[in-house]
């Protein structure tokens, strides 16, 4: 059965682009196209969509408003239509966190082309969205979420040995194969790491990475952090012009300091550095402190900032220093480089299934081996936490 979408937005431009662009797609039906969420209600009524594409300022009643009715009554997967503003940007980021999923951004002139032109990382997100169906329940009101001063979790039980090396049985990896652009590795950037197992004992360092879902899952790890935490730099995958919204939303919830990433920033403990969107971050060592570069690039893994490409960095310049983290999110995209890490002797840890709004990145670096603890959502602030505790 194709992917149902229902389109919700009051431009009748955008309404006819989006449904040509998706007509074309053999596992993708638009079932409808509402003006305002009044009318998408009573298309609803006669069959439900699998994925909404929902616009913020609407008539009659906005998107926000809508998007809480709709996870309140009927949790469905929803990727919002935004604006390219700084206004724009923060009410997406309250839809991220009210349980949206993911963003296509559309600007104030040349809708038409630009949304053609962007037709491959719409179709990523729809799909992306529809494979987190089932799994919203998870997704939790940011006032139920745990008291940033709980105990973390006992430690969570190791990984369990990898299967053989096979194709995924799960449909997670298929959007990457369908985009015709070619999928470059981290090789791109920067050289495999090689030779960095004498790498002097220094402060644990912690990189990031993760996608579909993970506004919701930053929103509920870094206020849980400690301002003693150690370093962190993370990549969510999201657009430019996003991210320094987002990270101030953290920064606002959280007891650590947190930011998006600006070339040069060192690293330091009760700091969270954002990847900024368009750009890959990468893990750089001075003599007495690490910090961070932000660099241009083609996209790695069909993604600019990459996963990949940070926790290569973080292989090749802190080996057993670093601790590897990778979450809830779509494709592939870091599996390889936390395989890195773990080969450079640095720890590893892969969010479980059972806490995942999509479990594709974690599932494929379990699948190579890659991770050395399977740990859940709830688990992981305090692994964070106590990784500042090995002994050199």
Not at 51 to 72: K, N, S
Not at 106 to 127: M, T
């Amino acid at each position: 059965m194709p992917i149902s979408v229902l389109i919700v937005d009051d431009s009748a431009v955008v309404r006819q682009v989006l449904t040509e662009e998706l007509g074309r797609e053999p596992d993708i039906k638009v079932i409808g196209a509402a003006a305002d969420p009044i009318f998408a209600q009573e298309r609803m009524k006669l069959q439900w969509p699998d994925v909404i594409i929902l616009d913020i300022e609407m008539p009659r009643m906005d998107g926000l408003t809508f998007l809480r009715q709709l996870m309140a009554e009927r949790p469905t997967p929803v990727v919002i239509c935004s604006s390219l503003t700084e206004k724009g940007a923060k009410i997406t980021m309250e839809a991220l966190s009210l349980g949206a999923l993911g963003i296509i951004t559309k600007p104030s002139i040349g809708v038409r082309n630009f949304l053609q032109d962007s037709s491959a990382d719409l179709l990523v997100a729809i799909r992306a969205a529809y494979a987190a169906t089932g799994r919203l329940r998870l997704l939790r009101p940011l006032a139920s979420r745990p008291d940033p001063a709980a105990a973390p979790a006992p430690a969570p039980a190791r990984a369990p040995s990898p299967p053989p090396l096979a194709r995924p049985a799960s449909g997670l990896s298929f959007v990457a194969e369908k985009i015709q652009s070619p999928k470059l590795s981290a090789d791109a950037i920067l050289a495999a790491p090689s030779g960095n197992g004498s790498l002097a004992i220094t402060e644990r360092i912690v990189v990031l990475g993760i996608s579909t879902g993970g506004v919701q899952a930053l929103e509920e790890l870094l206020p849980r952090l400690s301002v003693a935490c150690p370093a962190l730099a993370i990549v969510q995958h999201m657009p430019e012009k996003f991210t320094a919204t987002f990270a101030q939303r953290l920064h606002n919830l959280s007891r650590i300091e947190v930011k998006e990433a600006e070339n040069n920033d060192r690293m330091m403990r009760g700091r969270a550095l954002i990847a900024p969107g368009g750009k890959h971050l990468l893990v750089k060592r001075a003599p007495s402190h690490y910090y961070v570069e932000v660099v241009d690039g083609p996209l790695v893994s069909r993604h600019r900032p990459s996963v990949d490409v940070l926790f290569r960095s973080a292989a090749k310049c802190a080996g057993r220093n670093a601790l590897g983290v990778i979450m809830t999110g779509m494709g592939d995209d870091g599996a390889r480089g936390l395989l890195e890490m773990h080969d450079s002797g640095a720890p590893t840890i892969a969010q479980d299934e059972a806490s995942c709004i999509v479990f594709g990145m974690p599932k494929e670096a379990i699948r190579l081996g890659a991770a050395d603890t399977v740990a859940s959502l709830q688990d992981i602030p305090g692994l964070i936490e106590r990784s500042n505790s090995r002994s050199p």
